[in-house]
């Protein structure tokens, strides 16, 4: 099996392959003058190979269907497309009347180009219905746990993210609950834990995205004025728009995967992408 690292993911495929032990291929990628993708992969390729790569942002997705149908013009047999970061994933239903469900549209077409594919923690799981090819999405619980492994509890900032809190504290066999937002009285609204008292706790807030870090922003704030000693964010994909890490100082510490790159990227995840994708790492 080999591992080709696409532009978008190189972090990420460079962590799986040294993970596993399998072979990592970095084609040769520059931009024409005019700025158009140039690809080359000098290798010959046989049986299976997993190509990683973010369908985000917009370059990525037509980056990524040329490295699909490269690899398979370089002899691949099967062709396992890996895609950390789902670019509009986010835009998953017509909130008006005539707005493009912009996520199906991208899901059918990446999944013509590749016989299985698999993205990380994707934020409406329906989405991979749209395609042709046997799709899996994976939450890496056990990575998060492994790096939380000295809190005591875990919290969603929503009852909609509980299954990742659920699924995180289960490895770490520590209790977990999520966020819900108490009134009260007309000015006034307050977050807090469903049944938890986090007084004198350290709680790890786990979320899918952090974009400009409001939601972690005023849920670290609220678990400070109830108590908690210590407050860490992590999130799967990290986005961190505008100033998203100054909103955030209220946290002990904010962290995130490598499926985007940024300063916070320190959650390793390749060994169990490795298992759950390779069956090996
Ligand atoms: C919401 O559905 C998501 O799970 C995240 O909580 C949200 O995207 C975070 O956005 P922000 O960092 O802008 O509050």
Redesign the pocket.
């Known amino acids: 099996m080999t591992i080709v690292a696409g532009p978008r993911s190189r972090e990420l495929a460079a962590e799986m392959a040294e993970a596993s032990g399998q072979k990592l291929i970095v084609p040769e990628h520059k931009r024409f003058p005019d700025g158009e993708a140039y690809f080359r992969i000098p290798d010959d390729l046989e049986g299976e190979v997993v190509l990683v790569q973010n369908a985000f942002p917009d370059g990525g997705i037509v980056e990524l269907l040329v490295l699909a149908d490269l690899i398979k013009s370089r002899g691949a047999e099967y062709v396992h497309l890996l895609v950390p970061y789902l670019g509009y994933a986010?835009q998953d239903k017509s909130f008006t009347p005539g707005e493009a469900v912009s996520s199906g549209t991208i899901i059918r077409h990446i999944s013509r180009s590749v016989d299985a594919l698999a993205t990380i923690d994707i934020?409406s799981p329906s989405v991979l219905d749209n395609s042709d090819v046997p799709a899996q999405n994976i939450y890496p619980a056990k990575s998060f746990a492994d790096f939380l492994n000295d809190m005591d509890v875990v919290l969603a900032?929503?009852e909609?993210?509980k299954h990742r809190a659920e699924a995180v504290a289960e490895h770490l066999d520590k209790p977990w609950d999520h966020l819900v937002k108490v009134r009260l009285d007309d000015q006034h609204v307050v977050m807090e834990p469903k049944g938890l008292d986090v007084s004198g706790m350290s709680v790890a807030i786990v979320?899918?995205?952090?974009?400009?870090?409001?939601?972690?922003a005023r849920a670290s704030e609220q678990l400070r004025s109830q108590g908690a000693t210590r407050v860490v964010a992590v999130c799967t994909h990290g986005l961190f728009?505008g100033n998203?890490f100054d909103r955030m100082s209220t946290c002990d510490g904010v962290h995130s995967t490598r499926t985007l790159m940024s300063e916070a990227s320190s959650i390793p995840i390749g060994a169990e992408l490795s298992r759950r994708i390779l069956g090996s790492g």
């Open positions: 986010r934020h900032p929503d909609g993210a979320d899918d995205i952090i974009s400009t870090g409001g939601t972690i728009s998203a």
